[in-house]
């Protein structure tokens, strides 16, 4: 298009890149960990540009010097080519546009998502950026009977049969690693998070704890590990520093019993058969009542827990916050309101 | 007047004659730093304003009256996303994390929390759990099986190692047994955690409850782990054949699988102790396996006792064997060694199978007393 060439001829060419003054692209910019990621850059001196690529504008404080938004709406079929104009002086390509909660408009998920994250790559075949990251979760290890209890970066990504949400993450997470193989001259490091958890952020896991009552498979509890938003936010902007490759588990610390989190939340657990709860869900889905799909009530009866030991021994990436001290950032509180707490992990 | 090496701006139609009257094709709106939204209101082309090709002017480059049409599909696909965002029955953040009874959920949340520990180990074990059933545990392991134990003292004082044992009855109650009696009767009082096959694992109820005691899931990376942190490690290789076996088939050892804890204790370097537990195939004779039912409500296994879950009144024996260390006198062979692993494995299927018996001579006719 041609505002876009226009825009990125002005800046791209004569700079050289170095390890000072860098330039960042990031799509998906309006999700949660794409702005938080903006700010962190901005406050960086390391950091001279940042493109923000998203359908709209991120929101971002408007003082920002670094920043410039590029709408760029990964579901038109020629954005390849507008992309790989904007990405010409890119050092470093976040692809961070993803959804945070399962939708109905299933192909239109598909497109941002699967085709999204092609058409991305395709830009990224075209100016070669020396580095290139993509925000990907624990979710597509998928739970599975035959999970150990932390899974390792080197474990089958089993996905989530029928769940669209999971399976587009998956494709994305496939494709991005046979880039990386076409296309050594690019760095390609893979972030899986845990699922976030925190006061500021939406996605599905915080509207799943938000409502009073949860269900529960009857006689299963799984264990669930969760990590805070702003140690997510911390641990992107640490690998978007370092020069690192290949997949990589960003998980907080702890783990807890499924039941033991929604006592902690305060919510009341409703116990269901699992085989009853699926095609209840399944209605749910449906009509549209609950925002949880049928799939993934398998979360609530097996593991999926990654061993973020990998991220802590070459990221240098430690958690700052426990999953108790998430779940209860999570649902307002503080520690001083549960010296309990406090003591028993003391 | 113009200069000759300005480009001439698409945006300043002057009245001013000389100004190049051609100019480029609009910019698509949105592009230039100002929102989408703005860009098709501040369109002079929208708003029917004034055609740029004046009289006179031959072959004209007309602009588009409408906007870029990918641009227009990004604005309503943008427009349907806001749409279905305010269909979708979601209450916002706000509404849903607004707590008009806090004092109430406060109690609530303090009294589902007093019953369970809040912080548990990193294979599922819930201290609160594990010491509120420990009284019972305790009932059975003293006087309702009335244990004996042999041969404790084979167990290192500290340090990893694999207890191997037999799997019988129709539930799990060895595991538990198991735990209980080198907890109680090791002079390190050494927790023990034992592996569960899956379908036992995944059984509702018995797995939860397990792996909150300290078990945890069959699997070669679960065992490392452990015992890489020095941990004591029990594990069944009958696995469900153990369990599943009918009551006539009783203390016959099943196959040893495909030898996993050989593979195990050459890989980690840790002693192997055989143990025999008898006693608990009269505790929970299984005479019969309900697979369409348990087919029906998708579980894995459902066996029948004639007590249900409540265990018979058995006499349980436990025998610990000598350790074998398998890593010194196979120092150097590979673990991927099939036929050795094979061979292992049998080694301590046939030592175990000789404990048991030896048990069950000197027990004599009656399991119950």
């Known amino acids: ?346 | 007047m113009m200069k000759s090496g300005d480009p001439p701006d698409p945006r300043d139609l002057g009245d001013d004659d000389e100004l190049d009257p051609v100019p480029d094709a609009l910019d698509p709106p949105g592009w230039n730093g100002e929102s989408p939204h703005d860009a098709i209101f501040n369109d002079p082309a929208l708003w029917g304003g004034e055609a740029v090709v004046r009289d006179g002017d031959y072959a004209p480059h007309v602009p588009s009256r409408f906007p870029d049409p990918f641009t227009v599909a990004g604005e309503v696909r943008e427009l349907e996303r806001r749409v279905r965002n305010l269909l979708t029955p979601v209450f916002p953040l706000e509404v849903r994390r607004a707590q008009p009874l806090r004092s109430v959920w406060k109690r609530y949340r303090s009294f589902a929390m007093q019953r369970r520990s809040s912080v548990v180990d990193e294979m599922g074990r819930d201290p609160a759990i594990a010491s509120r059933y420990q009284p019972l545990l305790d009932f059975l392991y003293r006087r309702y099986f009335r244990t004996e134990v042999e041969g404790v003292e084979n167990i290192p004082r500290a340090g990893r190692a694999i207890l191997v044992a037999n799997h019988s009855g129709a539930l799990p109650y060895d595991a538990l047994m198991l735990m209980r009696a080198v907890e109680r009767e090791h002079p390190a009082r050494r927790r023990l955690r034992p592996l569960i096959e899956d379908d036992v694992f995944h059984f509702p109820y018995v797995g939860t409850f397990l792996n909150r005691m300290g078990a945890v899931r069959a699997h070669p990376q679960n065992a490392e782990r452990l015992l890489a942190d020095e941990e004591l490690v029990a594990v069944f290789p009958e696995g469900i054949q153990g369990i599943g076996k009918h009551y006539r088939d009783r203390y016959r050892l099943q196959r040893f699988g495909r030898g996993g804890f050989v593979k195990l204790a050459l890989r980690t370097g840790s002693p192997i102790i055989p143990v025999a537990i008898v006693g608990a195939e009269e505790a929970t004779p299984m005479v019969a396996r309900m697979t369409w039912l348990a087919r029906a409500v998708g579980l894995p296994h459902l066996p029948v006792t004639p007590t249900g879950l409540i265990p018979l009144p058995s006499k349980w024996r436990i025998r610990f064997g000598e350790p074998l260390d398998l890593a010194r006198e196979h120092r150097g062979e590979g673990s991927e060694d099939r036929l050795l692993v094979a061979r292992l494995a049998e080694t301590v299927r046939t030592q175990i199978q000789g404990i048991i018996n030896d048990l069950l001579t000197a027990r004599g006719s009656s399991a119950f007393r």
């Open chain 1, 1 to 346: 298009m041609h505002g876009a060439q226009d825009e990125s001829g002005i800046f791209s060419g004569s700079h050289a890149i170095g390890p000072t003054d860098r330039v960042v692209a990031v799509t998906g910019a309006c999700t949660y960990l794409g702005t938080e990621l903006i700010k962190l850059l901005e406050a960086d001196p390391r950091y001279l540009r940042v493109l923000a690529l998203d359908i709209r504008r991120p929101d971002l404080p408007s003082d920002l010097v670094k920043t410039e938004h590029h709408p760029i709406d990964l579901t038109v079929p020629t954005v390849g080519t507008q992309l790989a104009a904007l990405l010409r002086g890119v050092d470093t390509v976040i692809h961070g546009a993803f959804l945070s909660f399962p939708t109905h408009a299933a192909s239109w998920a598909h497109e941002l998502e699967d085709v999204g994250t092609m058409h991305v790559l395709d830009a990224c075949a075209q100016v070669a950026p020396a580095r290139f990251l993509l925000i990907s979760t624990t979710l597509v290890y998928g739970p599975s009977r035959e999970n150990p209890n932390w899974l390792p970066e080197t474990a089958p990504l089993r996905g989530l049969s029928g769940s669209r949400f999971v399976s587009d993450k998956l494709r994305a997470d496939l494709q991005v690693q046979a880039h990386a193989e076409a296309h050594p001259e690019t760095r390609v490091g893979i972030l899986r998070f845990a699922p976030i958890l925190g006061p500021s952020i939406d996605n599905y896991a915080t509207r799943f704890f938000s409502r009073a009552l949860a269900p529960r498979l009857v006689g299963h509890d799984p264990l669930l590990q969760f990590i805070h938003e702003q140690d997510a936010a911390r641990a992107l902007k640490r690998a978007v520093d370092r020069d690192i490759a290949g997949p990589f588990n960003l998980v907080g610390s702890g783990v807890l019993p499924y039941s033991t989190v929604l006592a902690m939340m305060g919510r009341v657990p409703m116990p269901i058969p699992h085989f009853v709860a699926r095609r209840l869900y399944k209605a749910l889905w449906a009509t549209q009542v609950s925002s949880t799909p049928p799939t993934f009530l398998d979360f609530l009866r097996y593991l999926c827990i990654a061993d973020g030991s990998r991220a802590e021994r070459e990221l240098g990436f430690r958690p700052q916050f426990d999953i108790q001290r998430t779940i209860q950032d999570f649902v307002g509180l503080t520690a001083d309101d549960e010296p309990d707490i406090a003591r028993a992990q003391g």
